[in-house]
T-cell receptor, first 109, second 114 residues
Framework: RKEVEQDPGPFNVPEGATVAFNCTYS??????FFWYRQDCRKEPKLLMS???SGNEDGRFTAQLNRASQYISLLIRDSKLSDSATYLC??????????FGAGTRLFVKA | DADVTQTPRNRITKTGKRIMLECSQT?????MYWYRQDPGLGLRLIYY???????NKGEISDGYSVSRQAQAKFSLSLESAIPNQTALYFC?????????????FGPGTRLTVL
Protein backbone atom coordinates (compact mmCIF):
# COMPACT_ATOMS: atom_id res chain seq x y z
CA ARG A 1 0.00 0.00 0.00
CA LYS A 2 1.34 3.45 -0.90
CA GLU A 3 1.86 5.86 1.98
CA VAL A 4 -0.16 8.53 0.20
CA GLU A 5 -2.81 7.61 -2.34
CA GLN A 6 -4.79 9.75 -4.71
CA ASP A 7 -7.28 9.03 -7.46
CA PRO A 8 -5.24 9.77 -10.59
CA GLY A 9 -8.29 10.94 -12.53
CA PRO A 10 -8.50 12.61 -14.89
CA PHE A 11 -11.44 14.64 -13.72
CA ASN A 12 -13.12 16.38 -16.65
CA VAL A 13 -15.49 19.13 -15.55
CA PRO A 14 -17.17 22.13 -17.19
CA GLU A 15 -16.39 25.67 -16.18
CA GLY A 16 -18.32 26.68 -13.09
CA ALA A 17 -18.54 23.16 -11.69
CA THR A 18 -17.57 22.11 -8.19
CA VAL A 19 -15.04 19.30 -7.96
CA ALA A 20 -13.57 17.47 -4.99
CA PHE A 21 -10.42 15.39 -4.61
CA ASN A 22 -9.59 13.03 -1.79
CA CYS A 23 -6.26 11.76 -0.60
CA THR A 24 -5.61 9.01 1.95
CA TYR A 25 -2.47 8.51 4.01
CA SER A 26 -1.30 5.45 5.92
CA UNK A 27 0.86 6.87 8.72
CA UNK A 28 -1.29 7.94 11.64
CA UNK A 29 1.68 9.93 13.03
CA UNK A 30 1.60 12.31 10.04
CA UNK A 31 1.71 15.88 11.20
CA UNK A 32 1.45 18.32 8.32
CA PHE A 33 -0.60 18.26 5.19
CA PHE A 34 -0.53 20.28 2.00
CA TRP A 35 -1.99 20.54 -1.45
CA TYR A 36 0.37 21.48 -4.26
CA ARG A 37 -0.51 22.33 -7.83
CA GLN A 38 1.60 21.26 -10.78
CA ASP A 39 1.08 22.50 -14.31
CA CYS A 40 2.26 20.34 -17.20
CA ARG A 41 6.06 20.10 -17.28
CA LYS A 42 6.38 22.72 -14.53
CA GLU A 43 7.45 22.61 -10.92
CA PRO A 44 4.98 21.92 -8.10
CA LYS A 45 3.79 25.00 -6.24
CA LEU A 46 2.11 25.21 -2.87
CA LEU A 47 -1.63 25.71 -3.21
CA MET A 48 -2.52 25.59 0.46
CA SER A 49 -1.72 24.00 3.76
CA UNK A 50 -4.41 21.87 5.39
CA UNK A 51 -5.33 22.56 8.98
CA UNK A 52 -7.24 20.35 11.38
CA SER A 53 -10.17 22.75 11.53
CA GLY A 54 -10.34 23.02 7.76
CA ASN A 55 -9.42 26.10 5.85
CA GLU A 56 -10.53 28.10 2.86
CA ASP A 57 -8.72 30.26 0.35
CA GLY A 58 -11.09 31.86 -2.11
CA ARG A 59 -12.67 29.11 -4.19
CA PHE A 60 -10.54 26.41 -2.56
CA THR A 61 -11.42 24.57 0.63
CA ALA A 62 -9.23 21.97 2.31
CA GLN A 63 -10.33 19.52 4.98
CA LEU A 64 -8.48 17.06 7.18
CA ASN A 65 -10.03 13.97 8.75
CA ARG A 66 -7.47 12.44 11.11
CA ALA A 67 -9.75 9.63 12.26
CA SER A 68 -10.16 8.34 8.71
CA GLN A 69 -6.73 9.53 7.60
CA TYR A 70 -7.71 11.50 4.58
CA ILE A 71 -7.56 15.04 3.32
CA SER A 72 -9.72 16.65 0.71
CA LEU A 73 -9.65 19.60 -1.64
CA LEU A 74 -12.82 21.24 -2.91
CA ILE A 75 -12.74 23.64 -5.85
CA ARG A 76 -15.84 25.75 -6.42
CA ASP A 77 -16.74 27.63 -9.60
CA SER A 78 -13.96 25.93 -11.60
CA LYS A 79 -12.02 28.06 -14.05
CA LEU A 80 -10.15 26.99 -17.17
CA SER A 81 -6.98 28.07 -15.37
CA ASP A 82 -7.60 25.48 -12.65
CA SER A 83 -6.63 22.74 -15.11
CA ALA A 84 -3.55 21.12 -13.58
CA THR A 85 -2.41 18.18 -11.50
CA TYR A 86 -3.08 18.45 -7.78
CA LEU A 87 -0.59 16.78 -5.47
CA CYS A 88 -1.41 15.68 -1.95
CA UNK A 89 1.57 16.04 0.37
CA UNK A 90 1.98 14.55 3.84
CA UNK A 91 4.79 15.29 6.26
CA UNK A 92 5.81 13.07 9.14
CA UNK A 93 8.42 13.49 11.84
CA UNK A 94 9.46 17.00 10.93
CA UNK A 95 11.18 16.15 7.69
CA UNK A 96 9.83 13.07 5.92
CA UNK A 97 7.68 14.42 3.10
CA UNK A 98 5.66 12.08 0.93
CA PHE A 99 4.03 13.24 -2.28
CA GLY A 100 1.01 11.58 -3.80
CA ALA A 101 1.14 10.77 -7.50
CA GLY A 102 -1.38 13.51 -8.22
CA THR A 103 -4.90 13.96 -9.55
CA ARG A 104 -5.31 15.47 -12.99
CA LEU A 105 -8.06 18.03 -13.52
CA PHE A 106 -9.28 19.31 -16.87
CA VAL A 107 -11.74 22.18 -16.86
CA LYS A 108 -13.43 22.69 -20.20
CA ALA A 109 -15.36 25.63 -21.60
CA ASP B 1 14.65 36.35 -11.03
CA ALA B 2 13.75 32.87 -9.87
CA ASP B 3 14.50 32.04 -6.24
CA VAL B 4 15.47 28.44 -7.01
CA THR B 5 17.37 27.74 -10.21
CA GLN B 6 18.49 24.50 -11.79
CA THR B 7 21.04 23.84 -14.50
CA PRO B 8 20.87 22.40 -17.04
CA ARG B 9 17.16 22.49 -17.84
CA ASN B 10 17.43 19.67 -20.34
CA ARG B 11 20.13 17.07 -20.85
CA ILE B 12 20.50 14.07 -23.10
CA THR B 13 23.35 11.72 -22.30
CA LYS B 14 24.52 8.18 -22.91
CA THR B 15 24.66 5.18 -20.62
CA GLY B 16 27.78 5.19 -18.46
CA LYS B 17 28.41 8.94 -18.56
CA ARG B 18 28.84 11.02 -15.41
CA ILE B 19 26.28 13.78 -15.06
CA MET B 20 25.97 16.62 -12.58
CA LEU B 21 22.80 18.59 -11.99
CA GLU B 22 23.13 21.85 -10.11
CA CYS B 23 20.75 23.77 -7.90
CA SER B 24 21.12 27.27 -6.49
CA GLN B 25 18.79 29.29 -4.30
CA THR B 26 18.55 32.87 -3.15
CA UNK B 27 15.81 32.27 -0.59
CA UNK B 28 18.21 31.93 2.33
CA UNK B 29 16.73 28.54 3.18
CA UNK B 30 18.77 26.00 5.11
CA UNK B 31 17.15 22.80 3.82
CA MET B 32 17.57 21.53 0.29
CA TYR B 33 16.23 18.46 -1.47
CA TRP B 34 16.55 16.48 -4.68
CA TYR B 35 13.55 14.64 -6.11
CA ARG B 36 12.85 12.72 -9.24
CA GLN B 37 9.44 12.53 -10.87
CA ASP B 38 8.27 9.67 -13.05
CA PRO B 39 4.82 9.35 -14.65
CA GLY B 40 2.34 7.79 -12.24
CA LEU B 41 4.79 7.65 -9.35
CA GLY B 42 4.81 11.15 -8.00
CA LEU B 43 7.91 12.80 -6.63
CA ARG B 44 10.40 10.55 -4.85
CA LEU B 45 13.11 11.89 -2.58
CA ILE B 46 16.69 11.11 -3.59
CA TYR B 47 18.74 13.07 -1.02
CA TYR B 48 18.16 15.89 1.40
CA UNK B 49 20.36 18.26 3.37
CA UNK B 50 19.41 20.26 6.44
CA UNK B 51 22.58 22.34 6.39
CA UNK B 52 26.00 22.35 4.77
CA UNK B 53 27.36 19.58 6.99
CA UNK B 54 24.24 17.44 6.95
CA UNK B 55 23.51 15.06 4.04
CA ASN B 56 20.93 12.29 4.19
CA LYS B 57 19.75 9.57 1.87
CA GLY B 58 16.18 9.63 0.76
CA GLU B 59 13.93 6.93 -0.59
CA ILE B 60 15.89 6.19 -3.79
CA SER B 61 19.53 7.21 -3.33
CA ASP B 62 21.20 4.25 -5.09
CA GLY B 63 23.10 5.40 -8.16
CA TYR B 64 23.18 9.03 -7.01
CA SER B 65 25.46 11.21 -4.90
CA VAL B 66 25.19 14.81 -3.74
CA SER B 67 27.34 17.69 -2.62
CA ARG B 68 26.29 20.70 -0.55
CA GLN B 69 28.96 23.20 -1.54
CA ALA B 70 27.38 26.10 0.33
CA GLN B 71 24.07 26.90 1.97
CA ALA B 72 22.82 28.11 -1.40
CA LYS B 73 24.12 25.28 -3.59
CA PHE B 74 23.23 21.60 -3.75
CA SER B 75 24.43 19.37 -6.59
CA LEU B 76 23.24 15.94 -7.66
CA SER B 77 25.57 13.55 -9.50
CA LEU B 78 24.92 10.41 -11.45
CA GLU B 79 28.28 8.67 -11.49
CA SER B 80 27.39 6.28 -14.29
CA ALA B 81 24.04 7.10 -15.84
CA ILE B 82 21.66 4.32 -16.84
CA PRO B 83 18.43 4.51 -18.90
CA ASN B 84 16.10 4.02 -15.94
CA GLN B 85 17.43 7.28 -14.50
CA THR B 86 15.61 9.07 -17.29
CA ALA B 87 13.22 11.34 -15.41
CA LEU B 88 12.34 14.89 -14.44
CA TYR B 89 14.54 16.05 -11.55
CA PHE B 90 13.52 18.76 -9.12
CA CYS B 91 15.48 20.60 -6.50
CA UNK B 92 13.55 22.10 -3.60
CA UNK B 93 14.29 24.26 -0.58
CA UNK B 94 12.60 24.94 2.73
CA UNK B 95 13.23 26.86 5.91
CA UNK B 96 13.47 25.16 9.28
CA UNK B 97 10.62 26.51 11.34
CA UNK B 98 8.17 25.40 13.94
CA UNK B 99 6.07 22.59 12.54
CA UNK B 100 5.76 23.47 8.87
CA UNK B 101 7.94 22.64 5.92
CA UNK B 102 6.66 24.36 2.83
CA UNK B 103 8.96 23.41 -0.01
CA UNK B 104 9.79 25.66 -2.94
CA PHE B 105 10.78 23.97 -6.15
CA GLY B 106 13.13 24.82 -8.96
CA PRO B 107 11.94 24.58 -12.57
CA GLY B 108 13.26 21.06 -13.03
CA THR B 109 15.83 19.30 -15.19
CA ARG B 110 14.62 16.88 -17.81
CA LEU B 111 17.25 14.15 -18.12
CA THR B 112 17.27 11.51 -20.83
CA VAL B 113 19.75 8.64 -20.68
CA LEU B 114 20.10 6.74 -23.93
Amino acid sequence: RKEVEQDPGPFNVPEGATVAFNCTYSNSASQSFFWYRQDCRKEPKLLMSVYSSGNEDGRFTAQLNRASQYISLLIRDSKLSDSATYLCVVMTGGFKTIFGAGTRLFVKA
Amino acid sequence: DADVTQTPRNRITKTGKRIMLECSQTKGHDRMYWYRQDPGLGLRLIYYSFDVKDINKGEISDGYSVSRQAQAKFSLSLESAIPNQTALYFCATSLTSGGTDTQYFGPGTRLTVL
